[in-house]
């Protein structure tokens, strides 16, 4: 099972970074991804990662507008887990937060961005940001 963590308040403009474990599945095997869902809307997709052992990229990475060049997904593969750092957070960044993966695939790429494509997921941890 995924496990998202490290959500919490923060205040606008400041810096948070979320990690994914994972107990059953070596997660360096597998895409992952970052996602958020605020109150009353849609899934987003934010980043994604390839697994270390994607032959065509390993460890690659994809970003959404969203949150390009204040976002970084990264693996620990040591400590079984994927990172997302983002800083200059607003508002609007307020969600809860989820990784997910889909078993079958290794590699990130912009349709690793829609919810549809992950079939295994964590519970989400609440990314507040108010001053």
């Known amino acids: 099972q995924l496990q998202a963590s490290g959500g919490g308040l923060v205040q606008p403009g400041g810096t948070l970074r979320l990690s994914c474990t994972a107990s059953e599945i070596s997660l360096n095997m597998y895409v992952i991804a970052w996602f958020r869902q605020a109150p009353g809307k849609e899934r987003e997709g934010l980043s994604c990662?390839?697994?270390?052992?994607?032959?065509?990229?390993?460890?690659?990475?994809y970003y959404a507008d969203s949150v390009k060049g204040r976002a970084t997904i990264s693996r620990d593969n040591a400590g079984n887990t994927v990172n997302l750092q983002m800083s200059s957070l607003q508002p609007e960044d307020t969600a809860v937060y989820y990784c997910?993966?889909?078993?079958?695939?290794?590699?990130?790429?912009?349709?690793?961005?829609?919810?549809?494509?992950?079939?295994?997921w964590g519970q989400g941890t609440q990314v507040t940001v108010s001053s």
């Open positions: 990662i390839s697994s270390s052992d994607f032959s065509g990229n390993p460890d690659g990475t």
């Open positions: 997910a993966t889909n078993l079958g695939a290794a590699a990130c790429w912009y349709g690793a961005l829609s919810p549809n494509f992950h079939d295994y």
